[in-house]
């Protein structure tokens, strides 16, 4: 997910990641997983923020089916965190109140 910078902080981001969350509870899907190397604490505020958790991190991650030299491999070290959400019992922070959303 990417927000033009000029638009940043009036909610986009928050309004896609809600977009993605209804589609996957419209048509069935138990929970959404998504993969961030953003380092930025931006990306990662707003993944909480919609209810996603982080459950777990991969240090050295390279994209699959990309290469890398011997040197980038050392000096380059990505690290990927994985967020999971269960579509089913979703939580969402909204101006800083917890409330639940439970599929229809
Ligand atoms: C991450 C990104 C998509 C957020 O988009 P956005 O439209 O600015 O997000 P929103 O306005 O909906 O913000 C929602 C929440 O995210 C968090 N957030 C957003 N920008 C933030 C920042 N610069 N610092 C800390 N938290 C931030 C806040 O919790 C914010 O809620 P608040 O404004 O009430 O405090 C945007 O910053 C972006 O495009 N970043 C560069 C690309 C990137 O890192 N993408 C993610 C890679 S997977």
Do not use: W
């Not at 638009?7 to 961030?36: D, I, M, N, P, W």
């Amino acid at each position: 997910m990417c927000v033009d910078q000029s638009c940043r902080r009036c909610g986009v981001g928050v309004a896609l990641g809600l977009k993605v969350l209804e589609f996957a509870a419209t048509h069935g899907y138990s929970s959404v997983v998504l993969g961030t190397t953003a380092y930025s604490p931006a990306a990662h505020q707003l993944y909480q923020r919609l209810g996603f958790r982080c459950v777990g991190v991969t240090n050295g991650y390279i994209t699959p089916g990309a290469r890398r030299s011997f040197l980038t491999q050392i000096f380059y070290r990505v690290r990927h965190h994985h967020y999971s959400l269960d579509v089913h019992n979703r939580k969402i922070t909204l101006n800083g109140e917890d409330s639940r959303q439970e599929r229809n």
